[in-house]
């Protein structure tokens, strides 16, 4: 029989009534024909709930024991989707990460899944049970010890079980019913996509489009699974929500998909670094050791051998960022006059593989945001996608500026 991926999220497992709603969902699928892995995330609070506990009982905490106790959320969320399938007279049985077993590496709290082997689900499936229940977001180590994947691991989790099972789709259900052109906080001209290409997910998601995991959707695309974000709060039907899928099933799109944004992006100056060679090597080599994630870079134009350097990364990590090019110039492996921070930067990015074959699309970002009297900081692009640093105050109304001048209210 077909397999069929259903992921539930945190919301849509909040409590009793809600994980019965669900299993009525997949009750629906089951009738249809289809041997369905379900992977379920914690009750929504429930993981910032246990990281809380770990931080206050140890701020240094063991990484081992963090993933113990964080991952037990889900498990409480499989069994009582087992239990209600059950109630619902559908065969179904609960696993934990370690049963499956859903093999990772042993890099706690982040590690990454190297294997998971279908055979133990498969004989059940092949002795009648008609629901595979999985915990999402864990796995076990080489050690054998309880591994978690990260903050909204489970799509992750789904994904590869999709891959392993060689399922037909991967539906993720959530609190929304799809992905939008922008987010509809910021303008209610937002509109779903039907359609959108692996790569723009990729770049929407790790762009702060909150709706998946970005590894979820690299999976995703290294595996060819066909991945549905819908929502179980609406009417189940077989077209609900946006399917994420390969260039190639889009026959035709807008040039620019999509306008995402990030509040939480800090610039940072070097001023007065000397320009030589090897410099970017010894200023980005410690950022990357320290574990900054550096997105933006420009490098000024030189004068009398010194240049200013300008990178961008989460606000988060400006202290981190700080102390790596303190201990850097303290090591004599580079010199500046001053690091300057300015936290108070949004970043918006324009995405859309139309804009390989088509050009003039920088020009037209940046003409719409000047009408509007924003002043641009950083450009960055990349094949699909533009991006610039603004400040923070004129977030909105840059997103909306350029929803408009792209329209993405139109299909
Ligand atoms: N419960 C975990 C978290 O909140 C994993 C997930 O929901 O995807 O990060
Ligand atoms: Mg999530």
């Keep these: 029989m077909p397999v069929l991926v259903m992921k539930f999220g945190g919301t849509s497992v909040a409590n009793l009534d809600r994980i019965k709603r669900a299993a009525k969902r997949v009750g629906v699928e089951v009738a249809k024909g289809y041997d369905v892995i379900v992977i379920v995330s914690a009750m929504s609070g429930k993981t910032n709930e246990l990281v809380g ?136 001209k937002a509109r779903k996509l039907d359609k959108i290409a692996f790569e723009e997910m990729l770049e929407l998601a790790s762009l702060g489009a909150k709706v998946l995991q970005t ?58 670094v000397a320009d030589r060679p090897g410099i970017a090597a010894a200023i980005f080599g410690p950022l990357s050791d320290a574990g900054v994630n550096v997105d933006m870079i420009i490098q000024n134009i030189a004068e009398d051998g010194r240049t200013d350097m300008t990178f961008s990364c989460p606000t988060d990590q400006v202290k981190r960022a700080e102390k790596a090019m303190e201990d850097a110039k303290t090591a004599g492996e580079i010199n500046y006059h001053d690091l300057i921070a300015d936290t108070d930067v949004a970043k918006i990015s324009a995405v859309g593989i139309g804009m390989r074959s088509q050009s003039g699309v920088a020009a037209k970002m940046f003409k719409t945001l000047s009408d509007e009297g924003v002043n641009i900081k950083v450009i960055a692009t990349s094949e699909i996608k533009i991006s610039v640093l603004v400040d923070r105050k004129y977030m909105e109304l840059a997103v909306q500026a350029l929803h408009d001048a792209f329209e993405l209210d139109k299909a």
């Design 215 to 272: 590894r979820s959707v690299e999976l995703a695309m290294r595996y060819k699974v066909k991945l549905r974000v819908l929502s179980s709060f609406e009417e189940q039907s077989d077209t609900a929500g946006t399917l994420v899928c390969a260039e190639e099933e889009i026959m035709e799109s807008n040039v620019v998909s999509g306008i995402a944004y990030s509040r939480d992006e800090a610039k940072m100056t070097l001023v007065s």
């Design 53 to 188: 506990w770990v931080n206050e009982t140890s701020p240094l905490y063991d990484a081992r024991e963090y993933d113990a106790i964080v991952s037990s959320g889900e498990n409480v969320t499989a069994g009582l989707m087992a239990l209600t399938l059950q109630e619902m007279e559908i065969p179904a049985r609960s696993w934990q990460g370690w049963q499956v077993p859903v093999k990772t590496t042993s890099a706690h709290s982040a590690a990454r899944i190297e294997e998971i082997p279908d055979e133990n689900i498969r004989e059940k499936f092949a002795n009648g049970d008609r629901v595979a229940v999985v915990a999402g977001f864990q796995g076990v180590s080489p050690e054998g010890r309880i591994t978690t994947l990260g903050r909204g691991g489970s799509d992750t989790t789904a994904v590869a079980f999709a891959a392993a099972f060689d399922a037909e789709r991967c539906d993720i259900y959530t609190d929304v019913d799809g992905v939008y052109t922008t987010d509809p906080r910021i303008t209610d």
